[in-house]
């Protein structure tokens, strides 16, 4: 039973081109997460939404948009994409709020490469 | 700077060997010290975690958190082959609403 699922697992596109990456969590948490990992393993955190509300924005160009239709689910659509988008992109959740925040459950990512 | 600095590796030892995965932090905010493991094309997933200061142990594994010296550590005993992954380590201050990740050391174990 997938806690956390993630689709597509794999997106092959081309510069300049428009494309979404779906995550479903069935754990009940109220907090999910999108992160970037690089080449070179770094997981860096993106954007946050707490109960649909959107908690962390990191610095990520506005071609990058998340939306969380409602607390189970949180899409990333990318406009424009470009080849340092070439990376995996990880979906995660986490315990309700106020509980102290040591464990997130991830996705299994979906490997985008832009061509 | 980086927050959380943690040497990426690679790593290659023979099985039944002592690993020791190390970060250091410069945030002294910090309160969760955790150490996640990621398998090849797999999500991270959370091995251990410790609050504040202390030892914890786990089986073949055990975490270490220096608060005074910002270090952290990971140390597998007895290494098997299975246990080849990277390895991040994570932490959180009190309150916070995210993680901040180290690098990732990538570890092999060779049979």
């Known amino acids: 039973d997938t806690a956390v699922s993630q689709t597509p697992k794999y997106l092959v596109t081309q510069m300049g081109n428009d494309k979404s990456i779906k995550c479903e969590q069935n754990l009940g948490h109220d907090t999910m997460y999108w992160y970037k990992q690089d080449s070179k393993k770094f997981l860096k955190i993106m954007f946050s939404y707490n109960n649909k509300e959107l908690i962390i924005n990191e610095t990520v160009p506005n071609r990058f948009s998340p939306k969380s239709p409602d607390k189970a689910h949180l899409n990333l659509h990318i406009n424009s994409l470009e080849l340092g988008d070439s990376a995996v992109y990880f979906c995660?959740?986490?315990?309700?709020?106020?509980?102290?925040?040591?464990?997130?459950?991830f996705g299994p990512g979906t490997r985008l490469t832009v061509t | 700077q980086k927050e959380v600095e943690q040497d990426p590796g690679p790593l290659s030892v023979p099985e039944g060997a002592i690993v020791s995965l190390n970060c250091t932090y410069s945030?002294?905010?910090?309160?969760?010290f955790m150490w996640y493991r990621q398998y090849s094309r797999k999500g991270p997933e959370l091995l251990m975690y410790t609050y504040s200061s202390g030892n914890k142990e786990d089986g073949r594994f055990t975490a270490q958190v220096d608060k005074s010296s910002k270090y952290i550590s990971l140390f597998i005993r007895d290494s098997q082959p299975s246990d080849s992954a990277t390895y991040l380590c994570?932490?959180?201050?009190?309150?916070?609403?995210?993680?901040?990740f180290g690098q990732g050391t990538r570890l092999t174990i060779n049979p």
């Open positions: 945030n002294s905010a910090f309160q969760y």
């Open positions: 995660a959740s986490s315990q309700p709020t106020g509980a102290p925040l040591y464990e997130q459950y």
């Open positions: 994570a932490m959180s201050a009190q309150g916070a609403q995210k993680l901040v």
